[in-house]
């Protein structure tokens, strides 16, 4: 009679969870796909009257440190216009800082010169118009390339704001010969290679004159003149006067 009791007991208890699994189960939930199943696996759950729902992990950004910074691309910085050398057009002239010794400044000058004088030291690329007490105001100039080079005394025999420019008939063979073609006459400007002032050395080719190639100060790149940056050329400009004396050594 026991051992009927507790069959029937544990026949009681199975019956009981099963109907208890049915109702639990009469809606079944939809199906949960792992994300690392295939696109194939998908398709093939497709058909039925429940649509898979498929969770996807969410996709979290660490940020870079370190060495490992993200990169940053900048844009390249555009290179400057060249001027065109008025002397080689269609070339660009090659342009560099002008050195600070080349700017004008006051200096300790011992010469027997008379104040006012100026005086030109070609091995050295400066000029120097001397003052009172011992002192000169120093210019960094462009003088005259090898085959150019002189010597000598003169005076300022004219001045000229913005001059025009007529290359000597020597100059424009001598250019010729080189495939440069130079103008029979350029009026005053910006891109006039006499630059913004001109002073005229006695009765000779020769000038003292601005440029429009402030790079080429400090250089020997000139057919004899003597080249200052146009600012500096206005400042001595406006310094001496005509009759002025020039030596040149």
């Known amino acids: 009679m026991m051992k009927q009791l507790v069959l029937a007991a544990a026949l009681f208890g199975i019956f009981s969870t ?20 295939t696109a194939p696996w998908i398709n093939q ?38 001027t065109v050398s008025a002397i080689n057009p269609g070339i660009p002239s090659i342009r560099h800082p002008i050195e600070p010794q080349y700017l004008p400044q006051m200096v300790d000058y011992d010469t027997q010169e008379k104040p ?7 091995n050295n690329r400066f000029l120097y118009l001397v003052m009172q007490g011992g002192k000169a105001r120093r210019y960094g100039v462009g003088v005259g390339k090898p085959g150019f080079e002189w010597a000598g005394a003169h005076k300022i025999t ?8 007529t290359p000597p008939s020597e100059m424009i063979s001598r250019e010729a010969a080189k495939g440069h073609y130079l103008p029979a006459r350029m009026d005053g400007g910006a891109e006039n290679p006499l630059g913004a002032r001109a ?20 250089s020997a790149v000139s057919s004899g003149c003597i080249r200052l940056r146009n600012e500096d050329v206005i400042d001595l400009y ?9 030596i040149v050594m």
């Not at 004219?158 to 420019?165: A, H, L, S, Y």
């Not at 002073?199 to 400090?218: C, D, E, F, K, V």
């Open 238 to 246: 406006d310094r001496v006067s005509v009759g002025t004396r020039v």
């Open 116 to 122: 006012g004088t100026i005086v030109i030291d070609t």
């Open 45 to 82: 759950l497709g058909g039925g009257t429940v649509r898979p729902v498929v969770y996807q992990r969410p996709v979290v950004r660490q940020q870079q440190r370190g060495l490992f910074q993200r990169r940053v691309l900048r844009q390249a910085p555009q290179a400057a216009p060249q």
């Open 18 to 37: 099963a109907a208890f699994a049915d109702d639990r189960y009469a809606t079944r939930p939809p199906v949960v796909l792992s994300p690392d199943l």
């Open 199 to 218: 002073m005229y050395l006695g009765s000779t080719l020769y000038r003292i004159h601005g440029t429009n190639a402030p790079w080429s100060i400090g």
């Open 158 to 165: 004219r001045k000229t704001e913005w001059p025009d420019w």
